[in-house]
């Protein structure tokens, strides 16, 4: 009888220490991307998922204590599948906006992709749009940058130059056409850096002139992925580790 008691006490130990283990199991979270806008997110030439949003995510992971396993998924339609559960959260260079937190829930704010300026490489002592007084600067129509440079060609006589295409404006600036482009972070550092047919003759210069922060978005009302997330990521950022990553994949 004492032995039948004491495998019983043995298997009921055992159990709580497969339960303990469990519970001490790191959270895995799915996170969607559409792996099309570089230096963001991409898929490099051996089929992996790789960018600044990617490494990112990485060192929250590793600060929070929790996995992560992205997957490629096409922008149309990433959001509903966030709302049906296909995955935990995007992170996919999404825009903080006032319209999407009615339907979706954002991290911290982990990345800001402002307007910023982009130059020819010989280009000297120019930092801002006002450096540029008496010189043309393009961008593309109906967006942040082109409305940028509204705000100050009038009082600082810069002429603007307004493209359908932002690589329009881009191969102007190459072939000495005009004198600045003006555009989001992430793009320039796209043609600037990632570009066979730039790269080495152009630079992006100054810091962003405008604040469009990008955040990781959930399910509405999951705040269970949310804090594990925002957890990692505050960590990351207040550590300052973000920097190294920025500066890895923008400059």
Do not use: H
Request: charged share 25%.
């Amino acid at each position: 009888m004492l032995r039948k008691i004491l495998t019983g006490l043995m298997l009921v130990g055992l159990a709580i220490g497969v339960v303990s283990c469990a519970k001490k199991a790191p959270t895995k979270l799915t996170i969607a991307t559409d792996s099309t806008f570089p230096p963001m997110e991409m898929v490099d030439t051996n089929k992996n998922i790789v960018g600044l949003d990617v490494d990112l995510m990485n060192a929250a992971a590793k600060a929070g204590g929790f996995t992560v396993e992205f997957k490629s998924t096409a922008w149309d339609g990433i959001f509903a599948g966030l709302d049906n559960g296909k995955y935990d959260a995007v992170m996919s260079s999404v825009t903080i906006t006032d319209e999407r937190k009615k339907t979706i829930d954002f991290s911290v704010p982990y990345f800001n992709a402002g307007q910023i300026l982009v130059v020819k490489t010989e280009a000297n002592g120019v930092t801002t749009l006002d450096d540029l007084k008496g010189k043309t600067v393009g961008a593309q129509i109906g967006t942040t940058g082109a409305f940028e440079i509204d705000k100050v060609k009038v009082a600082d006589k810069i002429t603007e130059k307004t493209y359908d295409e932002i690589g329009l404006a881009v191969a102007d600036l190459v072939n000495g056409r005009i004198d600045g482009v003006v555009v989001d972070t992430p793009t320039a550092a796209n043609y600037v850096l990632q570009s066979d047919t730039y790269k080495g003759k152009l630079k992006i210069v100054g810091k962003p002139f405008t604040e469009e922060y990008y955040g990781v978005a959930v399910k509405k009302g999951n705040t269970k992925v949310l804090d594990i997330i925002n957890a990692g990521l505050k960590k990351v950022l207040d550590a300052g580790d973000n920097k190294a990553i920025e500066d890895k994949w923008l400059k």
